[in-house]
């Protein structure tokens, strides 16, 4: 099982770029790396998918590097509302949710 | 949009009771999940089925557990015996195919408190 590393938490502003990092140095050729997000009370949301370099949707951006240990979670100009924890999965077989990033933006 | 619903949002029940938590799957996914959420920790994964059967489950799956997909439509947990510890919320979750390009979608789940 590729396990991640984040950060337990991280503070910002509202307007401010956050970038959440994520480490999975035993990541297998075929895991590909999804991030989700969850608000309290209420279940995982999946937010972005990748497997290498950049990816881009209308919430946030997924950058990859070239050896795949680590994957950044970028959310532009972020609102008090992205208040949350963003967890980094990699699997191929399963889900299993680690710690998670508690972001918590502040006005 | 489809989506997967949970009932009851609340259950309260004593210790020593049964429960059964139920979860509406979305209709064309074929892998299903629970999990479990104590308050302030991190999601745990409980088991997971497909084709009818268990595909895998975690240590804290033990026999105080079971699943059923009852008919085509719903999909259960039972905890035969609550106790305390199994104070949480459940969360259940649908998936089309057990690929890592598939994204699970989860429920809004169930708040169990074992009194």
């Known amino acids: 099982l590729a396990k991640t590393t984040q950060p337990i938490s991280m503070d910002s502003y509202e307007g401010q770029e956050v970038n959440i990092t994520c480490s999975h140095n035993?990541?297998?050729?075929?895991?590909?790396i999804t991030w989700y997000q969850q608000f309290p009370s209420q279940g995982p949301r999946f937010i972005i998918q990748g497997y290498k370099t950049k990816v881009t949707n209308e919430v946030a951006s997924l950058f990859i590097p070239a050896d795949r240990k680590s994957s950044t979670l970028s959310l532009p100009r972020v609102s008090l509302s992205d208040t949350a924890v963003y967890y980094c999965?990699?699997?191929?077989?399963?889900?299993?949710f680690g710690a998670g990033t508690r972001l918590t933006v502040k006005p | 949009e489809p989506e997967v619903t949970q009932t009851p949002s609340h259950q309260v029940t004593q210790m020593g009771q049964e429960v059964i938590l139920r979860c509406v799957p979305i209709s064309n996914h074929l892998y299903f999940y629970w999990y479990r959420q104590i308050l302030g920790q991190k999601v745990e994964f409980l088991v997971s089925f497909y084709n009818n059967e268990i595909s895998e489950k975690s240590e804290i799956f033990d026999d105080q557990f079971s699943v059923e997909r009852p008919d085509g439509s719903n999909f259960t947990l039972k905890i035969r015996s609550t106790k305390l510890e199994d104070s949480a919320m459940y969360f259940c979750?649908?998936?089309?195919?057990?690929?890592?390009?598939?994204?699970?979608?989860f429920g809004p789940g169930t708040r169990l408190t074992v009194l």
């Open positions: 979750a649908s998936r089309w195919r057990r690929t890592s390009v598939d994204e699970q979608f």
């Open positions: 035993n990541i297998a050729t075929n895991d590909y």
């Open positions: 999965l990699v699997d191929f077989n399963d889900m299993r």
